[in-house]
C-alpha cells in the first residue's frame, strides 16, 4: 500500500501498488485480506477505472465489529502489504450513448466513480447524473474529489443527497437535496429513458431498484452490486 488518507473518522481512500499487472474492469471488486486479521477475507470495489500508473483505490468504511474494516481504516499505514485476490463481479461501463443516471450510497460510490471515470475518458459523451447520498454532509468524504471531476467535464452532474442534518454545502450551483436518496429521484426528470446504477447499503439499494421499477425504467437497465451477494475467495496475490 503506497498511500492511506482518512475521510472522517469511519472512512480512508487506500492507495495499492501491485507487483504485476492486475487485470480488472471498472465496477469490479477484489478480495482483501491484512496480516492483522489473517483468516477474514472482505471485499471492496475498485474505486477507480484502469490507469497506466497501474494504482488501484479503494474506499473502506469501518462498521461496528468489523474487524478488517476498521483495520483498514484506522490501523493500516502506508508501507503496509495487503493480500488481494482477483477482479470480480459482472457490474460494468455500458456500451451505447444511453443518458446515464449513478446513485451511490456511502462508499457504495467506489465502483460507480470507476465506471464514471471510464466513460469520461473513453471519448463518449451521454449525459451523466450522479446522486451521491449519505446521512449528513461530513460523511460525503469524496465531495471535493467529485467536485473537481464535475467540473473538468460539464456533461457530469453531481448532486449530493443528504438525509439528516440539512442540505450539503460545496457545490458552486448551491444544488443539493435533502432527505432519502430513493425519494431524491423523483425531484429530477423521469429516468426511463437511462441506464441506472446503484451501489450502497442493501437497504437503500432495493428502494432505490423498487423506485425506479415503479417509474419505469426496465430492470434490463437497472444495475446494482450487493455486497451481501459477493464470494470473498482466497485465491491472491500481496500488493
Known sequence: MVAHERRGESVAVLTLRPAGRVPYRAGQYVSVLTSRHPRIWRTYSVANAPAPDGLIRLHVRAVPGGHVSTALVKDTRPGEELTVGPAMGTMAAPEGDRELLFAAGGTGLAPLKAIIEQILA?????????LFGARSAQDLYDLPDLLVLAAR????????????????RGLASGETLSGMLPDALERFRAWTDHEAYVCGPPAMVEATVRRLLRDGVPRARIHHDLASDRPALPEATVW
Open 122 to 130: 473513453s471519448g463518449r459523451r451521454p449525459g451523466i447524473h450522479l
Open 153 to 168: 467535464h460539464p456533461r457530469l452532474r453531481l448532486v449530493p443527497v443528504v438525509s439528516h442534518g440539512g442540505p450539503a
